[in-house]
């Protein structure tokens, strides 16, 4: 299978909890057999989406047309995030909207999608400082089911599954249980 890991923190250091579930998941996914590609957000140069002719009618720029090129190649893609003021950083966000242009993700019309990209499949990792089921049950987790539902699946990307990693500055034996976990989802490619 071919693996696309997505890492969205915004912060090009590589030292955040993130960053270790992306390797745990890259690492096991590869001694697997299966072949793995990594963007990381931090690292590309794009502007922001201004325009609704600019969304439906621009040329990405290079960065993200490598990236459509990779999200084309991938079987499955992997969202890493960490979750700031209830949502994903901005720079995913606008990552997202260069990435999913209408006519790379909907066809020429998004009120009767295509569905070009129908076929893959998706996990989303989202890390946050607070417990996860406090985010899941009393947030609603309206983030997750926003990128979820308004993006991956109104693009045709099916199933989405997520893991919540709360407490992420917590315990030692609760990150390793975490870098297991992903280690385990990664040999999959789930």
């Avoid at 019309?109 to 998706?122: D, I, W, Y």
Wanted: glycine share 6%; with cysteine; charged share 20%.
């Amino acid at each position: 299978m071919n693996v696309l890991l997505i890492q969205g923190h915004p912060d090009p250091a590589d030292s955040h909890f993130g960053n270790a579930l992306a390797d745990a998941y890259a690492q096991a996914a590869e001694n697997a057999g299966h072949a793995v590609r990594r963007v990381d957000v931090a690292q590309l140069d794009f502007p922001l989406v201004r325009t609704r002719e600019d969304w439906r009618e621009g040329e990405p720029p290079t960065a993200i047309a490598s990236a459509q090129a990779d999200v084309l190649w991938a079987d499955h893609l992997v969202i890493f995030y960490p979750l700031w003021l209830g949502a994903m950083p901005a720079l995913l966000k606008g990552f997202f909207e260069q990435l999913f242009r209408q006519s790379f993700a909907f066809g020429k019309n998004p009120m009767r999608p295509e569905h070009p990209l129908r076929g893959r499949s998706a996990r989303i990792v989202v890390t946050m400082g607070m417990p996860a089921f406090v985010y899941r049950f009393y947030f609603l987790a309206h983030s997750l089911k926003n990128l979820e539902r308004n993006i991956l699946r109104f693009c045709g990307i099916r199933p989405v599954r997520s893991s919540l990693v709360g407490l992420v500055e917590g315990a030692p034996a609760r990150r390793s249980r975490w870098l297991q976990r992903m280690a385990r989802l990664g040999a999959r490619a789930r």
